[in-house]
């Protein structure tokens, strides 16, 4: 067995997945077990210890075991990393792996400052870290700054976070430390914050890594109309809040780059508006009403991207949500050749994009080579409660 995955929540199925992957490691090369229990572990031991670590997989603490010495791609969901970074980074064999996915994983910051400050050479060329369910307002992830900056040679980094705008000032020329070889970039946030601190530094990001050949795709979660918007009042902006905020969509906007940007395809991510668990009780209105309510800015930013004065390169615009195998609102657009597009009632129209049909999202390569960055970083539990 070269490659195992589970998904689940049951505390004795872990147990048997722990002995199957102790059974396995000797020939393991990939590694998924995503734990869909949002419920914290109550600790058994004092001071308290990874159950992942030394009930699961039965690691000695403190010994630093290599337990899987061929494993190449890593993805953990849901657990507690804690007291435990050393002996976990020594039982994965992380100086050897090339894909590594961290969701919602208690002390991943002890975890990715030990990497940042050992002499470990760092391979990987994937790197995902979603950061939800044990936020500290008073993080800025510094920590994630320190590691991306200790190694190079990323070609993809997806990073879910509830507020970028609470970034170090670092985090940004840690991204930059990897633009020689990044070709895909997603950073979503749980809310769209509309945060001008944070448009202005994702600006000079985006705008650093835009002049690189080899960056691909982008992904952003904010309003589609900061994108297009220079400061004047584009087509379908008439709501007050919009203009209040001219100043950032100015920042943010793709518009006022020469040269234009030179993204394949960009993925504007509605998960702010399908808040987590613990964000819920605040919302009121449905995932459904919110993406239909956006979807017009959505269309003005496709009008824009795929005309004349848009984006050159550009081939897909993704919209919505797809972490969750479609159960969220999404839509697909792509570059209309002909710009003709005629409607149900059979009126003919100019337009410069369409919609990409059922089959051409099953055929076409540059959807399917870039599934695993569409659905990045998923945002809720597969499991709701």
Same mark, same amino acid.
């Given at each position: 067995?070269?490659?195992?995955?589970?998904?689940?929540?049951?505390?004795?199925?872990?147990?048997?997945?722990?002995?199957?992957?102790?059974?396995?490691?000797?020939?393991?090369?990939?590694?998924?077990?995503?734990?869909?229990?949002?419920?914290?572990?109550?600790?058994?031991?004092?001071?308290?210890?990874?159950?992942?670590?030394?009930?699961?997989?039965?690691?000695?603490?403190?010994?630093?075991?290599?337990?899987?010495?061929?494993?190449?791609?890593?993805?953990?969901?849901?657990?507690?990393?804690?007291?435990?970074?050393?002996?976990?980074?020594?039982?994965?064999?992380?100086?050897?792996?090339?894909?590594?996915?961290?969701?919602?994983?208690?002390?991943?910051? #002890?975890? *990715? +400052?030990? @990497? /940042?400050?050992?002499?470990?050479?760092? !391979?990987?060329?994937?790197?995902?870290? %979603?950061?939800?369910?044990?936020?500290?307002?008073? #993080?800025? *992830? +510094?920590? @994630? /700054?320190?590691?991306?900056?200790?190694? !190079?040679?990323?070609?993809?980094?997806? %990073?879910?976070?509830?507020?970028?705008?609470?970034?170090?000032?670092?985090?940004?020329?840690?991204?930059?430390?990897?633009?020689?070889?990044?070709?895909?970039?997603?950073?979503?946030?749980?809310?769209?914050?509309?945060?001008?601190?944070?448009?202005?530094?994702?600006?000079?990001?985006?705008?650093?890594?835009?002049?690189?050949?080899?960056?691909?795709?982008?992904?952003?979660?904010?309003?589609?109309?900061?994108?297009?918007?220079?400061?004047?009042?584009?087509?379908?902006?008439?709501?007050?809040?919009?203009?209040?905020?001219?100043?950032?969509?100015?920042?943010?906007?793709?518009?006022?780059?020469?040269?234009?940007?030179?993204?394949?395809?960009?993925?504007?991510?509605?998960?702010?508006?399908?808040?987590?668990?613990?964000?819920?009780?605040?919302?009121?209105?449905?995932?459904?009403?919110?993406?239909?309510?956006?979807?017009?800015?959505?269309?003005?930013?496709?009008?824009?991207?795929?005309?004349?004065?848009?984006?050159?390169?550009?081939?897909?615009?993704?919209?919505?949500?797809?972490?969750?195998?479609?159960?969220?609102?999404?839509?697909?657009?792509?570059?209309?050749?002909?710009?003709?597009?005629?409607?149900?009632?059979?009126?003919?129209?100019?337009?410069?994009?369409?919609?990409?049909?059922?089959?051409?999202?099953?055929?076409?390569?540059?959807?399917?080579?870039?599934?695993?960055?569409?659905?990045?970083?998923?945002?809720?539990?597969?499991?709701?409660?």
């Amino acid at each position: 067995m070269r490659k195992l995955v589970w998904r689940g929540s049951g505390v004795p199925e872990l147990f048997a997945v722990g002995a199957l992957l102790r059974s396995s490691a000797e020939v393991l090369k990939e590694i998924e077990v995503d734990r869909v229990d949002p419920s914290i572990d109550e600790y058994r031991h004092s001071p308290p210890r990874s159950r992942l670590a030394y009930e699961f997989l039965k690691l000695v603490p403190g010994e630093r075991s290599l337990l899987f010495p061929h494993l190449q791609k890593l993805s953990l969901s849901g657990f507690d990393l804690v007291s435990a970074s050393t002996d976990i980074i020594s039982a994965f064999n992380f100086s050897q792996l090339r894909s590594l996915k961290l969701r919602d994983c208690s002390k991943t910051d #002890d975890l *990715l +400052s030990i @990497l /940042a400050s050992s002499s470990l050479p760092i !391979r990987l060329t994937y790197f995902e870290f %979603v950061y939800l369910e044990y936020y500290d307002a008073k #993080d800025d *992830l +510094s920590y @994630l /700054a320190r590691f991306l900056h200790s190694f !190079r040679a990323l070609k993809e980094l997806h %990073v879910l976070y509830p507020d970028l705008g609470k970034a170090t000032d670092q985090l940004w020329p840690s991204i930059l430390h990897h633009k020689q070889t990044l070709e895909r970039l997603l950073f979503h946030e749980v809310g769209v914050q509309l945060n001008p601190q944070f448009s202005m530094k994702e600006d000079r990001l985006v705008r650093a890594l835009s002049e690189q050949d080899n960056f691909q795709c982008l992904g952003i979660c904010c309003r589609p109309i900061y994108l297009v918007s220079q400061g004047n009042n584009p087509e379908g902006w008439h709501d007050k809040t919009a203009q209040a905020n001219r100043l950032m969509s100015k920042s943010a906007a793709l518009a006022q780059f020469d040269p234009r940007p030179r993204c394949k395809l960009i993925h504007i991510r509605v998960t702010g508006w399908v808040p987590s668990r613990w964000m819920r009780h605040v919302e009121g209105r449905t995932s459904d009403e919110k993406f239909s309510a956006a979807l017009p800015e959505a269309l003005t930013f496709a009008r824009w991207a795929f005309g004349h004065d848009g984006l050159p390169d550009l081939q897909i615009i993704a919209f919505g949500d797809f972490a969750l195998q479609g159960r969220r609102p999404n839509i697909l657009l792509c570059r209309e050749k002909y710009g003709l597009r005629v409607s149900q009632s059979g009126f003919k129209s100019t337009s410069p994009f369409r919609e990409v049909t059922e089959e051409e999202a099953r055929s076409w390569s540059i959807i399917q080579e870039n599934a695993d960055f569409l659905s990045a970083c998923p945002e809720d539990r597969l499991v709701c409660h």
